[in-house]
């Protein structure tokens, strides 16, 4: 299943990329904890020095880029947290929960910082 994607503001080739008109409705990051929701793709080469790369913006607000490091789903795998700030947005702006695109419960979530320097015996908060 393809979702369409949100179209860049930018008019300007060289700073959108080409953008993809549509794609699966998750993401996965390999170097990320959380499966996100894309909102735009676009394909974009700096230079013919340089190999292409994708720039994915989710609804979240989070922009990542590379090569070889993402990989667009049907389905969150089981087991895994969609993005919660994702799920939010993107039902507020129409689209369908991440449990009707996937047809089964799709767990949500957020990632936690701890500091670790003062969770250690002996040191005083």
Not at 51 to 73: D, E, I, Y
Not at 103 to 123: D, F, P
Request: proline fraction near 7%; charge should be positive.
């Amino acid at each position: 299943m393809l979702i369409e994607l949100e179209k860049p503001k930018e008019t300007r080739p060289e700073v959108r990329g080409m953008p993809w008109s549509s794609c699966k409705p998750f993401v996965e990051n390999s170097k990320a904890v959380l499966i996100h929701r894309p909102r735009m793709v676009a394909m974009h080469r700096i230079s013919e020095k340089y190999r292409p790369h994708l720039a994915v913006s989710m609804w979240c607000g989070n922009t990542q880029t590379g090569t070889k490091k993402f990989t667009f789903l049907d389905a969150p795998p089981r087991g895994r947290i969609v993005c919660a700030r994702c799920e939010e947005k993107a039902t507020e702006a129409g689209l369908p929960s991440s449990t009707s695109l996937a047809g089964e419960h799709v767990h949500t979530g957020g990632v936690v910082a701890i500091a670790y320097c003062c969770t250690q015996e002996g040191i005083s908060k």
